[in-house]
């Protein structure tokens, strides 16, 4: 039997001066809109805070890289140095060749050093594949 319009219980009053409860839907909906917000504002910071590393890691660089500049007209001024100093002995022509194997084992020793150790590194980020692996996984069945 239905209720006519006069017989239906009438919502609850909202006494002045107070606010009526928001729904569940509201609330999801802000809780859905302050993620995303959040989201928004974490990933700007980290943004921001890539820019200010990247520019001290730029101007880092760029000093290392006068100084091996540097490093490198030290071996080459060293290098004839100790010719000319092989020269006070010896031809300078054999000088020069000894000179120059040294620096040719030299190259060689620190060639294969990088060679082997380049063999070792992996590219692939294997934390933050499993930790995505465990993400997607949580996602698909969030209770257990």
Known sequence: M???FQERPAP?????????EPS???LVSEIGQDLSRLV???IELAKAEVKQESVKAGKAAGM???AGYAAHVVALLGSLTVVFALGNVMNLAWAALIVTV??????????SAGRKRLRT???KPEQTVETLKEDAKWARHPTS
């Not at 609850?12 to 009526?20: D, H, N």
């Open 121 to 123: 590194v992996n590219l």
């Open 64 to 66: 290392l890289g006068g």
């Open 24 to 26: 569940i839907g509201d």
């Open 2 to 4: 239905a209720l006519s």
């Open 102 to 111: 040294l620096w040719a084992v030299a190259g060689g020793v620190l060639y």
């Open 40 to 42: 928004r504002d974490e």
């Open 12 to 20: 609850a009053a909202v006494p002045p001066g107070e606010t009526p």
